[in-house]
């Protein structure tokens, strides 16, 4: 079954930077865009990025454009997504998903910027 495992959040100082990964497996990871969400507290799932399979397309919300950047091994079936310049807004549990719906994700890493 689709298996989708996210590390590399925590605290952080706004301003600073973090990298999400997200660990794959049980598809045919290659064949698919794969996509970062997030949901804030009190807040719905919102759509941060996608990456199409051999990375040829990325795509960010314009208002986090800058700071974003998406990225993915498909050997190793891996997605990463690099945040700079991290605002308190951006605090969230942040998803690696198989769609933009977010019916196939993660358990989802925690990511605080506080400070």
């Known amino acids: 079954q689709v298996q989708l495992v996210e590390s590399g959040g925590g605290l952080a100082q706004p301003g600073g930077s973090v990298r999400l990964r997200c660990e794959a497996s049980?598809?045919?990871?290659?064949?698919?865009?794969m996509y970062w969400l997030r949901q804030a507290p009190g807040k719905g799932l919102e759509w941060v990025s996608s990456i199409s399979q051999g990375s040829h397309t990325r795509s960010y919300p314009d208002s986090m454009r800058s700071r974003l950047y998406i990225s993915r091994d498909n050997e190793k079936q891996l997605v990463f997504l690099d945040m700079n310049d991290l605002k308190p807004e951006d605090t969230a549990v942040y998803y690696c998903?198989?769609?933009?719906?977010?019916?196939?994700r993660g358990q989802g890493t925690q990511v605080t910027v506080s400070g």
């Open positions: 998903s198989r769609d933009r719906e977010g019916l196939y």
């Open positions: 049980g598809f045919t990871f290659n064949l698919y865009w």
